[in-house]
């Protein structure tokens, strides 16, 4: 690829889940020679294999992928780790000779690279034990008097980031979007890449890929991680699919049942990832639902200017 100063930029692959990421990064990196940087916040976790849609060794076809399978299904990961994980991965990738590609859909992950991360006070367990004990309806009304911003931002019924907003308000004084707004991204050149769907392809897809969950055996991956220790304290559990897929397990739920209410949840979750998102403006859209990956990869080549199209091994 041409060169950029005295290193290669990063690639960025972003968007809602079910657009494509996977397939654009890995045709991307074998025109680049790039590795990929998985941004996806749950592929992180070992186990969470079929619930998340995470890509197979055949997928990943021959691109060397880091930071899948790389946190217990027990353990936590944060915006924090994921940083600090991208800032060694860098230097490895480029001392390969090779770039690296970023992709993945998690908001939080890749605003600690995109936009910067506030590295907040330490948790207070007597605090934090304080606010979990109230009502989540009450902790949202907390939070939209003292900051209106992170409380448009957080999903109403995201207890574990209202409870944290409320816990750095309650320490600093201070909003915890106005810490945000002060933080600084990572000092790299960026080039990044948008997907997207029509509505109603998008829906088709998402509902696809839970269909393709049942049938590749969702439930009894549910059924064998409980037993390594998925539960509900941990964070892996709050997984879209997880709880539902226990819920059949537990006879609450049919299968049916079980497509519908996730394809749903997993529409509500593709909605609030687009409009996070539609904020950065250096983003190269491009519309998924006509667009073939190889006509997705000439394009952001061109855009970039890296190499000319289809110029090293482009497929169809």
């Known amino acids: 690829m041409a060169p950029v100063g005295d290193r290669a930029p990063v690639l960025v692959v972003l968007g809602p889940t079910a657009t494509g990421k996977t397939a654009l990064a890995v045709e991307l990196a074998h025109r680049v020679d790039g590795e990929v940087i998985s941004a996806d916040s749950r592929a992180f976790f070992r186990g969470l294999d079929i619930v998340t849609d995470k890509p197979s060794l055949e997928e990943q076809d021959g691109v060397p992928h880091h930071l899948i399978d790389c946190v217990p ?4 990961y944060d915006a924090m780790a994921f940083r600090a994980d991208v800032v060694r991965l860098l230097p490895e990738i480029r001392a390969r000779g090779r770039v690296p ?23 207070d367990p007597a605090l934090r034990a304080e606010l979990d004990a109230q009502p ?7 939070l939209s008097r003292v900051d209106p911003d992170a409380a448009a931002r957080i999903h109403p019924n995201d207890r574990l980031r209202i409870v944290r907003a409320l816990e750095v ?33 998008h829906r088709h897809a998402i509902e696809a890929r839970v269909r393709r969950m049942v049938e ?55 909605r609030r990832q687009m409009a996070w998102f ?14 073939t990956t190889r006509r997705a990869a000439d394009d952001l080549l061109t855009h970039w200017k890296l190499v000319p199209p289809g110029a090293r091994g482009g497929r169809a």
């Open 73 to 76: 299904i027990d353990g936590t």
């Open 101 to 123: 590609i970023v992709a993945g859909g998690g908001t939080l992950y890749l605003g600690a690279i995109l936009r910067g991360i506030f590295d907040g006070p330490a948790k």
């Open 136 to 142: 989540l309806a009450a902790l949202g009304e907390e």
């Open 169 to 201: 308000f309650r320490s600093t004084g201070r909003a915890i979007s106005c810490w945000h707004a002060e933080a600084e991204p990572l000092p790299e050149r960026f080039l990044v890449a948008g997907l997207s769907r029509t509505r109603d392809d």
């Open 216 to 270: 590749r055996g969702v439930f009894a991956e549910m059924a064998a991680l409980a037993k390594a220790g998925l539960s509900p304290d941990v964070q892996a559990y709050r997984t879209v699919g997880v709880a539902e897929a226990f819920e059949v397990l537990d006879g609450r739920l049919s299968e049916a049942e079980f497509v519908e209410t996730v394809a749903q949840r997993t529409w509500q979750l593709a």
């Open 278 to 291: 539609r904020r950065d403006r250096d983003v190269r859209w491009i519309d998924r639902t006509e667009a």
